[in-house]
């Protein structure tokens, strides 16, 4: 498949980026049994390394200062466990879940609102800030836009000169709900999603559902001349721009992704989600200058007595990846065989002028699918036998973690490193 490529609507003389991204969400009765299936694909420039990381629950003095990927905001006297699932350049996340089983992923959007590219939060930012400090995903919410309130987003994307920016929508869930909020600079609605499928892409989703808003977003589409107050108010028909490239190509997408929530309405499962964010046909499996650096499942349970697993790839193309099962429990230790290399304030996104150079941010499970991957493009016979392997130990480990989702994890030390233990199989299989 070729890669969709668009041209920002502010400058038609700027550079063009390609765009992608989805995430799903799938509740009960979609569900097979009574559980929250959440899956995301991050489609990011080809060359970037995506880590996934672990981060314990940590106590905080007043006063504290966090600093983020530009900023620096007040922190918080607590925040919660956290694994992500991150480009390895930036403080924030693609996704990722916490302790208490919220689980987010976010979504490049453009609208009618210009894009700031003054440097302030984030939206992978807002996903680890949203992870970090609410333990329901509707607090979460609340939590990313109280920031989007006081610190704004904005700032380049993407670890080039090259300006890359774009508002963010994100869909958070837990145990029991799910949310989607969309937002245009610090403008914002969200709906609730309680039942069903739900999935979004790189477009607005919302329409005339919604369940929470800014006080004020009303009033200033209103001001803007988008909306004259005497139509219903659709968030998505307000703010987006209408018959552009940009829309079509990710609408394509986004209807795509939603039929093949709905075709498997009533039967979805984690291999049913990771067989939807392994689908190249639909555009959801990225190939090309932009595509699928990483991926994440999540099985969460309705009852709070059982444990939710969570499967990250760390890997490029979920077609050609392991998604290998993590387990909120205590004592976990950094994933150091997903986890990039630190330059601390020697890097160059540190420095100003930011992005002056690249440093090496592959992590030691990324060399070795690079590795395998050529193998499986060139080397047929050996590459199938590889690629069966890999199958072989997905499927294994979702046997085990089946057994605990439905009677739970008696002895912890049996969980607490299989995220680990599972990479060093996946590097057994590559070798």
Partial sequence: MSTVTVTQM????????PCSCDTFVALPPSTVGERVIFGKNSDRPCDEVQEVVYFPAAKYSAGDKLECTYIKIDQVPQTYAVVLSRPAWLWG????????????????VWGKDEVSDSEALLGMDLVRLGLERADTAEKALDVIVDLLEKYGQGGNCMEDECSFNYHNSFLITDRTEAWVLETSGK??????????????????????????????????????GWWDSKREFNFAGV????????????GSRYCKGRKLLEKNKGNITAETMMEILRDKESGINMEGGFMTTGSMVSILPRDPTLPAVHY??????????????FVFVKNITQLKKTCSPSYGPEDPVKKTPRFQSKPDR????????????????????????????MRRLE???????????????EDTTLVVHIFANTTEEELKVYS
Wanted: contains cysteine.
């Fill in 93 to 108: 996340a693609e996704m990722g879940a916490n302790e208490h089983q919220v689980c987010i992923g976010n979504e490049a």
């Fill in 187 to 224: 403008y914002w609605a969200a709906e609730k999603i309680t039942e069903g499928p739900r999935n979004i892409s790189n477009q607005f989703s919302i329409t005339t559902r919604i369940d929470k808003e800014h006080p004020e977003l009303r009033e200033y589409a209103r001001s803007k």
């Fill in 10 to 17: 502010a400058a038609p003389s700027a550079p063009s980026y």
């Fill in 395 to 409: 499927k294994e480990k979702m046997a085990e973690m089946d057994q605990f989702l439905q009677s739970g994890i």
């Fill in 312 to 325: 990250f790839t760390a890997t490029p193309d979920p077609e050609r990846s392991v998604f290998k099962p």
């Fill in 239 to 250: 703010f987006s721009y209408m018959n552009t490239a940009r829309i079509d190509a990710s």
């Fill in 362 to 389: 592959k992590h030691e499970l990324y060399k070795k699918h690079e590795e395998a991957a050529a193998k499986m493009e060139f080397l047929q016979g050996k590459g199938a036998e590889m690629l069966k392997n």
